[in-house]
Nanobody
Framework: QVQLVESGGGLVQAGGSLRLSCAASGIILSIKSMAWYRQAPGKHRELVATLPSGGSTEYADSVKGRFTISRDNAKNTTYLQMNSLKPEDTAVYYC?????????????????WGQGTQVTVSS
């Protein structure tokens, strides 16, 4: 099986910065794309940033110029650098990856979610 583990969330004052990490583990054969989503209380989960292999990054309008997604292919890890944080950025942040991996018996291709990490921005 594959597992995505996020880290780096926490409490920060408005204007501050946080860096989230998401590491994929398992018998991973390839990663097509990695992305970050977030879900605030009472709201739908929304796409924050995405980074496809060999493609260009895309960001939600609300985070453009403040957030940066990056990836370390050797470590199967994606990062989300968040600067100039605002109270409206408060949410649980989830990592998502489209990848192919071995279950030990089968080759599996599809999407996988991390467990989420809480980001709270105080005003």
């Amino acid at each position: 099986q594959v597992q995505l583990v996020e880290s780096g969330g926490g409490l920060v004052q408005a204007g501050g910065s946080l860096r989230l990490s998401c590491a994929a583990s398992g018998i991973i054969l390839s990663i097509k794309s990695m992305a970050w989503y977030r879900q605030a209380p009472g709201k739908h989960r929304e796409l924050v940033a995405t980074l496809p292999s060999g493609g260009s990054t895309e960001y939600a309008d609300s985070v453009k110029g403040r957030f940066t997604i990056s990836r370390d292919n050797a470590k199967n890890t994606t990062y989300l650098q968040m600067n100039s944080l605002k109270p409206e950025d408060t949410a649980v942040y989830y990592c998502f990856a489209e990848l192919s991996y071995s279950s030990g018996t089968y080759l599996v291709s599809g999407g996988s979610w991390g467990q989420g990490t809480q980001v709270t921005v105080s005003s």
